[in-house]
Structure formats: structure tokens, C-alpha cells
């Protein structure tokens, strides 16, 4: 016997496999299928599926004598995709953005006063935005940073940007931090931030906010384009909210 199969735990992977019995065409199983699925005989199998049962990850349907998957197993798919990084959380339905909107996609979390840009699908178009993976810009200045600042109170901002330096890059560019507390204002009504880019001229973003389950913005999702292609049309704002909507969902 080796090594790996001495230390290993039949009882917990006869339990994993009856989990993973429930599938297509399996949404409720009799005791006896189960223990057909697993190859054990109706006894054990039934001591398997009462500790299920009673941890909360099986119900069992009295009339019909079968049992089914209960909303507990889905707590182990979002443990597991909280783990993921938000990168790979929000690429899919970045790059789906990317193909329906024909525009560059970024995401980006949030670190103090910093947008850190942790994701991008690159549009072909010849005039493109791009920001590479890593990239540190100034939140305030942002479209992607500033939605995210909508989730920090007046005290916290304070906190953050006690002594900041608010850089002017364009004419546009915010000044002072009452400047920025007033933006975000309007930001926190709309949901979402559309805006001439503050850091460079020439650009135009589209960002909102992804949020955890406790409705805390933990990142943002843009598209982003030059001025001469891209306006912020109700169709485009609307891409970008369901876009952050979905990656939401998962967290």
C-alpha cells in the first residue's frame, strides 16, 4: 500500500462521490440508487447519506423516499470561488464584454488611494486603451478608482487621503478632496461613473463597481476607448452595470 493511499479516508471519499452522483439526470436519488452510484451495499450507504442528511447537505423527501442536494453544498462552491482572485472570477464575463461591446475591458481592485489593474481583454480596435495588468493609477483621477471610493465614508476617505497631493494631469482633473467628496455624491445616485479620462486626454471610460456579498465594492470593471469612438450611450452603460452585476454574482 503506498504511502498516499495509508493516510487515505474511504468513509469521506464515499461521501464526496455521493455529491457528486447528483448531476444530470440524478436531481433526486431512492437509498438504493445511491448505493448502486457508489457501489456499497444499502446499509452503508445509509449511514453516508444520514451524516449528509444531518450536516445539512442532503434533504430528504419523506413522500417519495429520495434524497436531494441541499443549498449548503453551494456555501463550498462559493468558498471556493472567494478564493479564486477577482481576475479569474471576471475574465469570462470580461471578455464577453470586450466581444459585445467592441471596447478594451479592465478590471481593477482597489488598494488605499490606487486603482491596481488586475485584468484586461484587449479590443482590436486601432485606437485602443490600453493599461497593462499591474498598472497603479491614482483612484480619484479614474473612472474604475472613483466607483470605488463610493463605498468608503466621508471618514475613511479622510483616513486615506489626509496629506494627499491630487495631481492635476488634465483640466478636468479633481483638485482637492472636498472636490472628490462631491463627485462621488453624484457617483453614489447613479450606480456608475462615465467620464473623460482625468489622467490622459482622449479617453473616455465606463466603469461600476463589483461588490462582495456584503455589498462592498471589491473592485470595478470599465470599458474604456478614445473620444471619437466611444460615448457613453444608455445601451453601453448598461453593458458595463449587468457586466459588474454578473461578476457580483459570484463573489
Known amino acids: 500500500m503506498s504511502k498516499e493511499k495509508k493516510y487515505q479516508s474511504n468513509s469521506?471519499?464515499?461521501?464526496?462521490r455521493i455529491l457528486e452522483a447528483f448531476g444530470s439526470g440524478h436531481a433526486q436519488m431512492t437509498l438504493?440508487?445511491?448505493?448502486?452510484?457508489i457501489s456499497v451495499t444499502s446499509s452503508a450507504a445509509f449511514r453516508f447519506v444520514h451524516t449528509l442528511e444531518q450536516?445539512?447537505?442532503?434533504?430528504?423527501n419523506e413522500a417519495a423516499r429520495t434524497f436531494r442536494l441541499a443549498p449548503r453544498v453551494m456555501e463550498l462552491g462559493y468558498s471556493y470561488i472567494k478564493a479564486l482572485d477577482l481576475s479569474e472570477v471576471a475574465a469570462?464575463?470580461?471578455?464577453?464584454?470586450r466581444d459585445h461591446s467592441g471596447f478594451s475591458v479592465h478590471v481593477a481592485?482597489?488598494?488605499?488611494?490606487?486603482a491596481v489593474y488586475?485584468?484586461?481583454a484587449m479590443s482590436p480596435s486601432p485606437m485602443v486603451s490600453n493599461i497593462p495588468v499591474g498598472s497603479r493609477l491614482p483612484a480619484f483621477a479614474t473612472s474604475m478608482g472613483r466607483i470605488m471610493l463610493c463605498s468608503l465614508s466621508d471618514e475613511e476617505l479622510d483616513r486615506r487621503f489626509e496629506d494627499y497631493e491630487f495631481q492635476k494631469f488634465t483640466e478636468t482633473t479633481i483638485e482637492t478632496l472636498d472636490e472628490l467628496k462631491s463627485a462621488l455624491i453624484e457617483d453614489r445616485k447613479r450606480g456608475y461613473v462615465a467620464q473623460a479620462s482625468q489622467l490622459a486626454e482622449g479617453t473616455v471610460a465606463i466603469a461600476a463597481p463589483i461588490y462582495d456579498r456584503s455589498n462592498y465594492a471589491i473592485g470595478s470593471v470599465n470599458i474604456s476607448g478614445h473620444r471619437n469612438q466611444l460615448t457613453a450611450t444608455?445601451?453601453?452603460?448598461?453593458?458595463?452595470?449587468?457586466?459588474?452585476?454578473?461578476?457580483?454574482e459570484m463573489q
Not at 12 to 16: D, S, Y
Not at 109 to 114: D, S
Not at 234 to 248: F, G, K, N, T
Open 32 to 37: 438504493s440508487q445511491i448505493a448502486d452510484e
Open 12 to 16: 469521506l471519499l464515499r461521501g464526496l
Open 92 to 97: 469570462d464575463h470580461a471578455r464577453a464584454l
Open 55 to 60: 450536516e445539512g447537505y442532503l434533504i430528504k
Open 118 to 120: 488586475v485584468f484586461r
Open 109 to 114: 481592485v482597489l488598494e488605499n488611494t490606487e
Open 234 to 248: 444608455e445601451d453601453l452603460i448598461q453593458m458595463v452595470r449587468q457586466c459588474a452585476e454578473r461578476i457580483s
